[in-house]
């Protein structure tokens, strides 16, 4: 409930600019449109809904830190006292990483998918994309870049709490890559230079993890029995 509510009182203080967050949202795709074209509206409540919808996601963004913070005071009662140590780095890191992997696919991917799809139509065919699925499209990316800068961090916290060893995640390396390549396939256009945009980064992403987690030492068992016994 507390999250719920701080979400609510973000958006309500960002309202009243609704319209210019959807505009900046959609500054790339417009950037990429040729000369005269525009988005276009086809439901009622669309130009309602949408900007509305697009706030409501930059206030949720915005109250991410304490939403984060709620769900780890959540689940912290049962954790030892060297893993309530994480909370505040992979709290702040979490947040931080998302928000790269939304930039990164905002100022990097966005330019070149929309520059793609816009030079491709075909002849006697104008580019009008509803702003009803550009919202959906460019929230299916935002989640896809977002989650997969979160890769270090779940490799570092995995090897922390002794969940795997490092060894166990370099021996997997040739299936993550495999495995990347099948993301980025997925959740993104199907240009192949999206597709090498998301599962690169989520390679070298995890490449970063292990380099990381050679630097975190695992809690032995003695430890973890001593810190239950205080």
Known sequence: MRSIIAVFIVLLCLFPFAKNIYALL??????A????GTMIATDVTGTFLVPLK????AAFLIALPYVLFQLWAFVAPGLYHSEKRLAVPVIVSSVVFFALGMA?????VFPLAFGFFANYAPAGVQMMTDIDKYLS???TMFIAFGITF???IVVVVLVRLGVVSLEKLRSIRGYVIVGAFV???VFTPPDILSQVMLAVPLWLLYELGLLCARFISVPSKRDKEGEAAV
Do not use: I, S
Not at 33 to 36: A, I, K, V, Y
């Open 54 to 57: 697009v706030t409501l996601m």
């Open 137 to 139: 499209f460019v929230l």
């Open 183 to 185: 993301v980025g396939a």
């Open 26 to 31: 959609a500054a790339p795709l417009l950037k």
């Open 104 to 108: 990164f696919a905002y100022f990097a």
């Open 150 to 152: 979160e890769v270090p």
């Open 33 to 36: 449109l040729p000369p005269g």
